[in-house]
């Protein structure tokens, strides 16, 4: 699951209404506590291990620079997720470096736009990584399966677009490849002309709802189910709704 921003803990609110520095955050309690040990991970396909926990940096969220450094250094947040669309990327590229955490020890999501499909595909790869302040990528996604149609024929374009993702992975520049909002028709087409198989599909799964047979279609295909954010935070009050003001203290999320 990816945490954002809206998300963290019980003083997150407090800390970007009253615009604390990273030190004065330093004081407050976050439940991702570096205390509780490292997050655990799990291993995708091929053998990669991805943290069950990252930060999620989705435009719909903001930005909070003090939230990400706090996030890295004192929470044990090793995974980022974000994307081109996002408008962040050259923001966390500083975050992660003031954080102090060595890149070894991070695991680095991004996403590629629709209108980077086909031959836009390296040069998106390549400036997202400029701006991440990285030569290699964790985990790259494509963010969406519709095509422009000034692009061409939507599956053909497609299809090109996953080539050059499996030419990055084979080149070592990229350690997982992955989709984003794919449905069980999406993932059919792609399995039957890929030589790497998605190691992730990120879509919507939280408490209002519950794609049971996409799950079950990924699980059968060897891809890793993530989920965004786990109290839809993109819905009006989702985080807030009495839903999850009412499970939250159960489960000590």
Known sequence: MVHSFPSYGNCTEAILDSGQCCDEVNDCELEATSSAGPIPTVALANGVEMPLLGLGTTHSGGYYHDVVVH?????????????????????????????????????????LWPTDFGPGVKRAFELSCAKLQTDYLDLYMTHFPVVPDYLGNARTVR???????????????????????????????????????????????????????????????????????????????????????????????
């Open 71 to 111: 996030a890295l250094r004192n929470c044990g947040y090793r995974m980022i997720d974000t994307a081109r669309r996002y408008g962040v990327e050259r923001e966390l590229g500083i975050a992660w470096k003031e954080s102090g955490v060595p890149r070894p020890f991070l695991f680095l999501c991004s996403k």
């Open 159 to 253: 299809e090109d677009t996953w080539r050059q993702l499996e030419l990055l992975y084979d080149e070592g520049r990229i350690r997982a490849i992955g989709v984003s909002n794919y449905s069980e028709d999406d993932l059919s087409e792609l399995l039957e002309y890929c030589s790497v198989a998605p190691h992730v599909n990120q879509c919507e799964f939280h408490p209002w709802y519950n794609p049971v047979e996409l799950r079950s279609f990924c699980e059968e295909s060897g891809i890793l189910y993530t989920r965004p954010s786990e109290f839809c935070v993109l819905l009006p009050n989702g985080y807030k709704s009495n839903v999850a003001c009412y499970v939250v203290p159960m489960y000590t999320i």
